[in-house]
């Protein structure tokens, strides 16, 4: 494990509480993410994922239970939720949810205005980030935003977040809705960002592709409990945890498991597409 960025604590939380409608969403929750990693969380809907990620920049302060960011406590009567979104930022499954300006080199400052940089500096972060994210500063920034394709849409969400610099990056279904290109563009962009600039990301997904793709460490959710943690070598390669959660492996794990099934010698914890491909070409090649 790396030095800890992220720690929670039997984090817990119900949702309108001591009412008929009280729903627990989180049940005692405890899970760490080290400076630097990639981590997924993944579980079906209403498993808590996203609840947890409210916790992480303060539109949901704990009931009870812990949560530190780099030395931020969170848990204490006065937390300073100003200096927590310096650290943390979160951007939105639905992009239309944190795009407030007319044009995009408006909204892409938006965040570092209200933090109070002065201007020269505001449109060093907005050039900065609209181009770590694919989008030519010059080009688009007097574009309106609501001509934009929606996965133009959800580069300028992550812009506008990446202009504050965060620590952390938290990351809602990053790629719903994309077509394959923008999603595999957007995939490299968020992977680049953890890699080159050491950024620690935490990001939410249905998508087990994606998972295998980014993904340092694994941690599934169930019930609003953390039900597993590893890598994602030992998630898709436990066939009894998958089958129990409802969980589909990346389709190339699920032909490697077809193929393990049906006694072929083949490694079913290759959940690399490049690792997997090996596995099968050795398997063609003993055969022929």
């Not at 498993?47 to 780099?70: A, C, F, M, R, Y």
């Not at 950024?199 to 249905?206: E, R, W, Y």
């Not at 409990?225 to 994602?232: F, H, L, Y």
């Amino acid at each position: 494990m790396r030095e800890p960025f992220l720690t929670i604590r039997n984090l817990s939380h119900t949702y309108m509480k001591g009412t008929p409608l009280e729903h627990v969403a989180l049940r005692e929750v405890s899970l760490e993410a080290g400076r630097g990693e990639c981590l997924a969380i993944i579980g079906h809907t209403g498993s808590g994922k996203s609840t947890l990620i409210q916790h992480l920049n303060g539109l949901l302060l704990p009931q009870s239970g812990e949560v530190t960011v780099d030395g931020l406590h969170l848990s204490g009567p006065k937390p300073d939720v100003k200096a927590l979104r310096r650290k943390v930022g979160l951007v939105f499954q639905n992009p239309e949810d944190q795009i407030f300006e007319k044009l995009v080199g408006d909204d892409v400052a938006y965040g570092p205005f209200k933090m109070g940089y002065p201007l020269q500096e505001v449109r060093e972060r907005v050039r900065w980030a609209m181009e770590l994210v694919g989008i030519s500063f010059d080009e688009y920034k007097d574009r309106p935003t609501f001509a934009l394709s929606g996965g133009q849409k959800r580069k300028v969400a992550l812009a506008g977040v990446l202009a504050l610099k965060p620590d952390l990056l938290v990351l809602d279904e990053p790629t719903a809705g994309l077509d394959p290109y923008s999603r595999n563009e957007l995939l490299n962009r968020i992977r680049e960002l953890n890699r080159k600039e050491k950024m620690t990301v935490l990001f939410v997904t249905h998508n087990m592709e994606e998972v295998a793709t980014l993904a340092d460490r694994v941690c599934v959710m169930a019930e609003g409990r953390v039900a597993a943690e590893g890598t994602p070598r030992e998630i898709f390669g436990d066939t009894r945890l998958l089958a129990e959660h409802q969980l589909g492996p990346p389709e190339a794990v699920e032909i490697l498991h077809a193929l393990h099934r049906r006694g072929h010698p083949v490694n079913p914890g290759a959940y690399l597409t490049e690792e997997a491909a090996g596995e099968i070409l050795s398997l063609i090649r003993e055969r022929e």
